[in-house]
Every structure is written in C-alpha cells, then in structure tokens.
C-alpha cells in the first residue's frame, strides 16, 4: 500500500482522502469542460477503466493494484470508462454553463426518466442539492449499467457524485 497517501480500504472516500491521493479535480479543470473524475483510492486488483478507454487516456499499469492516472491531454470525456467501473467511481464533471452537469453509473431501479426532479446526493449517499435528469442511456455495451446525464447547482459539482436512490411506485 501507498504510504502516507491517505489511500482507504472501506466506504466512501471523503473530499480530503480524494485530494491527498490526487483524485479531485479542481474548480478550474471543472470550469474548463468536461472533466472525467475517478474516485478510485482503493489499490485493488482492476483496471476495467484502462481498457474501456479508446485513447489510453486512463493508466493503471503494473502492478494492477496501481490507482488509475488520467491523461488529461488524452481524455475526450467520452464517458466509456464510466460504466466499465465496478466500483462505479467514475463519473463526468463540467461546469462550464450556467448550472453543473454530471454524467454517473446507476444501477438501481426504477430508472430516472428525462426531465424528472431528482435529490443531487454526496459520497456518502447525504442530500446534496435538486437536480434534473438530462438523459439515461443505457447501451447494450453497458451491461446493464445506465449512465445518467443530470443538472444541478454549480456551486455543489465538488460534492455531487449521484442521486438519491428514487422509490419504487
């Protein structure tokens, strides 16, 4: 393990554990376009990332237990990688408009529909802010796993990362 990384081995990880493993981008990266987040700080054996990327632009290398590095001059943010995660710890980040757009794996259902009112929610699955689901795709390629498009506030794009889990009717 990486000493002195900060790097955890259970739940969620906090801002600050994203910043001392250099996972968090920062406002300006988010203000410049799409940004791809990876919140990976877990030195397990998997890189579904790396080889979901068309560019290279993810790296985990050797060891496998090595956490993604991102390419940052590489990177389209085509959002392939997103449902490639098994830990769905990536997502897409821009907050170049008027409000934040999020682009995240979901894996529950019922599945948000376009134009729904969700509750935008932090790392730890805690209401965040109100947000509207743009889009849900949901490709063979995914199996499975749809990738949700959803507006928010832009002052709370370092805190969002999903929606809360909608009930079932």
């Known amino acids: 393990m990486n000493e002195g990384c900060g790097l955890k081995t259970t739940g ?4 600050s554990e994203l910043e001392a493993a250099g ?5 300006e990266l988010f203000a410049a376009g799409p940004c791809l987040c990876i919140e990976c700080i877990e030195e397990i054996p998997c890189n579904p990332c ?5 560019r290279g632009a993810i790296v985990v290398g050797t060891p496998i237990t090595s956490l993604p590095a991102i390419d ?7 959002g392939l990688c997103i449902a490639a995660c098994p830990g ?4 897409i980040k ?3 408009g008027d409000e934040a757009v999020i682009r995240f ?18 790392r730890q699955g805690e209401p965040v802010c109100e947000g509207i689901i743009k889009r849900v795709d949901r490709p063979a390629r995914n199996d499975r796993t749809a990738v949700v498009t959803a507006v ?6 370092a805190d969002v990362v999903s929606m809360i889990r909608l009930s079932r009717a």
Do not use: H
């Open 88 to 91: 769905l710890a990536i997502m």
């Open 12 to 15: 969620a990880p906090s801002i």
């Open 105 to 122: 794996p979901y894996e529950y259902l019922p599945l948000p529909e376009a134009g729904q009112a969700v509750t935008m929610c932090d």
């Open 50 to 54: 790396e080889t979901a990327c068309p």
């Open 94 to 96: 821009d907050g170049s």
């Open 23 to 27: 996972m968090l981008p920062g406002p």
């Open 72 to 78: 940052r001059a590489l990177c389209t943010a085509c």
């Open 152 to 157: 928010f506030d832009k002052s709370r794009i």
